[in-house]
C-alpha cells in the first residue's frame, strides 16, 4: 500500500500481521524490532525498502510509550512506503499466550531431546523447544 499524505505528515508506519487464518495485528505503530534469518532488525519511520525472510522469535512492536510483542514463527517481512508487511504461518501477541501450556510444550521438548535411546527427531524436537521459548519470552515482557 503507498503512503498516504497523513502517513507523511505523522511520525509512524503501518503494520500489519497476517497469517493464514487470520489478521493478527492490524495498527499504526512508531518501531518494529524483528528477527530475520540473518540476525535482528529494527524499523523506524523513513527505513528505505527492505525485506527478509524471518526466523522464530519475537517481534516487538512499540505504539507510544508502550510496547506488544508477537510471536513469529518464521515467514516474510517487507517494509515500503511506510507500511510494513508480516505474512506468517502462525503469530501470537504475547499476551494471548497460556503461559502454563507454553511452559508444558517447553518441558515436553526438552524431555525428548534428553532421552538417548528415544526414537525422536531431533529437529522436529528443538523446533517446538524453540517455539515455546519465544511464547514464554513474549508472555514475560509484555508491558
Known sequence: MPATAEHKKRNYMHL??????KVVFDE???????KGVD?????????????????????KV????SAKLFTTMGGVFQFKNEEALILTQCAEC????DKTRA????????ARLEEHNAQIDAKRAEAAMARAMVRLKATMNNK
Open 16 to 21: 500489519k500481521i497476517i497469517t493464514p487464518g
Open 28 to 34: 499504526d505503530v512508531d518501531e518494529i524490532y524483528s
Open 39 to 59: 540476525g535482528e532488525f529494527g524499523i523506524l519511520k523513513g527505513h528505505v525498502p527492505f525485506m527478509s525472510a524471518l526466523d522464530i522469535g519475537i517481534t
Open 62 to 65: 512499540v505504539q507510544g510509550s
Open 94 to 97: 504475547g499476551d494471548e499466550i
Open 103 to 110: 511452559e508444558k510444550a517447553y518441558e515436553r521438548a526438552k
